[in-house]
C-alpha cells in the first residue's frame, strides 16, 4: 500500500509540472531503487591483497568501467559471495541507473540457487529488480533473455512453491541457452540451473550429470573460471559422483582465494571420498577468512560461512581420531552469542556438532542429554 501511494504520489507530480514520459520513468525507477534498499559498500576480501576471485568475460551494454564493474560482481556471484555481488551490482546502478543487467544480477545474487530459498524480503528484493530491469529500453535481446529467464524464478512467487520456481528458471535457463549456443555463460548458468532443480531422491542424478557433460566440455578452455569449477563440485556432491569432482576441488579454492566460499567449498568433495588432511586444511583456512570477513564486516558474533567451515572440520577431526581438537571447536561453538545470517546452514551446524562428537565417540549418556544451543534465533524457523 504505501508503494503503491508513493508511486501515485511521484506519477501525480510529474504531471502537475510537465516532465516527459522519460523523466517520469527515471523518477518512478528511483523509487523503486530506493525501496530495494540495496546493500552498499566496498567489496570485502580477507585472501589475497590483490582480489581474486578468477576470470571470465561477460559482454553488456554499457562503457568500459561498466563491464569492469560487472565481471567483478558477476565473479563473486560464481563464489556464491552473494552479499558483494550485490554491493558492486549496487554500485553500478548508482552510476548507471539504465544499465539493465545490473538489475539482473541484484535478482540473480537474492535468489541463491543451491541454498536454502530466499526470504520474503529477498524475494521481493529480486522481483523489484526485475520490474526495473523491464522497464528499460537500452537492452539487447540476449540482455532481455537473461533478465526473463531470472524473472520465471521470481514470476507469481507469491503463490508458487521454491522447487517448483527452480523447475521454471531450469526450463528459462535451457531456452536462452539454445538460442545463444555460443554463449559460455549462458550453459554455465544452465548447468547451475539444472542443479538447483535436480530432485533430491533421484539417484540417477540425471541432472546432475547433464550439467557435468556441459561443464566439463567448457572447463578446458576457460580452466581459471569461478563458476565453472564451483559448480562442478556442487554437480557432483554426492557419494556416487565424488570422485569426479576432485580434480575441480583441487583447483578451485586457488582459482577464487578471496572467497570464503571458495576455500571451503572444495571439502565437500574431499570429505565424499574421505580425504580428511586436506578437508581440515580446506576448512581452516575456509573458517579463517569468514572471521576475517566478520570483523571487516562489522558483524556483531560470528558470520554463517564460518559456522559451515567448522562443522566439516570437526568432522575430519573426529574421522581422524582426533578428540581432542574436535572438542576445541566444540568449546568454541558454545563461546558463541550471535550468529548473523540465522539461516538453515547455521541451525544445521549447531546441532550437528554436538551431535556428531558424542555419536562419533559413542557417548550414549551424553547423547541422551543433549540441547538445542540456545542462539539469537528460534528453533521453531528450522524443524
Known amino acids: 500500500m504505501k508503494s503503491a501511494i508513493m508511486h501515485a504520489a511521484c506519477f501525480l507530480l510529474l504531471s502537475l509540472i510537465g516532465f516527459s514520459c522519460k523523466d517520469k520513468n527515471a523518477v518512478a525507477v528511483a523509487v523503486l531503487i530506493k525501496e530495494m534498499n540495496l546493500k552498499r559498500g566496498g567489496v570485502i576480501s580477507c585472501g589475497s591483497a590483490d582480489k581474486e576471485f578468477g576470470s571470465l568475460t561477460f559482454e553488456i551494454t554499457g562503457n568500459q568501467e561498466v563491464r569492469k564493474d ?12 552473494y552479499d558483494e555481488a550485490e554491493k558492486v551490482f549496487a554500485g553500478i546502478i548508482d552510476k548507471y541507473p539504465q544499465c539493465a543487467m545490473a538489475y539482473w544480477g541484484v535478482a540473480m545474487s537474492n535468489f541463491h540457487a543451491l541454498w536454502a530459498p530466499p526470504t520474503e524480503a529477498e524475494l521481493e528484493k529480486g522481483a523489484k529488480a ?31 512453491d ?20 555460443a554463449d559460455k555463460e549462458a550453459a554455465i548458468f544452465y548447468a547451475l540451473a539444472l542443479n ?25 578452455d576457460q580452466p581459471n573460471h569461478p563458476g565453472i569449477v564451483h559448480y562442478i563440485i556442487h554437480t557432483y556432491d554426492a557419494p556416487e559422483l565424488a570422485n569426479m569432482g576432485l580434480s575441480a576441488a583441487r583447483r578451485y579454492a586457488s582459482i577464487a582465494p578471496s572467497s570464503a566460499h571458495a ?24 573458517v579463517n577468512s569468514a572471521q576475517c570477513y566478520a570483523k571487516s564486516a562489522g558483524i556483531k558474533g560470528q558470520w554463517d560461512e564460518e559456522l559451515h567451515g567448522l562443522d566439516y572440520l570437526m568432522y575430519a577431526y573426529l574421522q581422524r581420531g582426533q ?25 544445521y551446524a549447531l546441532a550437528a556438532m554436538p551431535s556428531r562428537y558424542v555419536l562419533e565417540n559413542k557417548n550414549w549418556s551424553k547423547a541422551v542429554a543433549l540441547k538445542l544451543p540456545q542462539k539469537n534465533f528460534s528453533w521453531e524457523a528450522f524443524p
Not at 557435468?212 to 572447463?219: K, Q
Open 323 to 347: 578428540n581432542d581438537a574436535a572438542k576445541k571447536q566444540l568449546e568454541y561453538l558454545d563461546t558463541m552469542q550471535e550468529i548473523y545470517p540465522a539461516n538453515f546452514k547455521v541451525a
Open 263 to 286: 576455500l571451503h567449498m572444495p571439502s565437500h568433495i574431499f570429505t565424499r571420498l574421505g580425504l580428511w588432511e586436506e578437508c581440515v586444511s580446506s576448512n581452516l583456512a575456509s
Open 162 to 181: 521454491h522447487r517448483s520456481r527452480c523447475l521454471q528458471f531450469e526450463k528459462a535457463m535451457e531456452h536462452l541457452q539454445a538460442k545463444y549456443p
Open 130 to 160: 526485475i520490474e526495473i530491469a523491464n522497464s528499460i529500453a537500452e537492452k539487447s535481446k540476449r540482455e532481455s533473455a537473461y533478465i526473463a529467464s531470472i524473472a520465471s524464478y521470481y514470476d507469481n512467487y507469491e503463490k508458487t
Open 70 to 81: 560487472f565481471t567483478l560482481a558477476l565473479k563473486l556471484l560464481h563464489s556464491f559471495e
Open 196 to 220: 538447483a532443480a535436480a530432485d533430491p531422491a533421484d539417484k540417477s542424478f540425471a541432472k546432475q550429470k547433464k550439467a557435468g557433460a556441459i561443464l566439463n566440455t567448457l572447463y578446458p
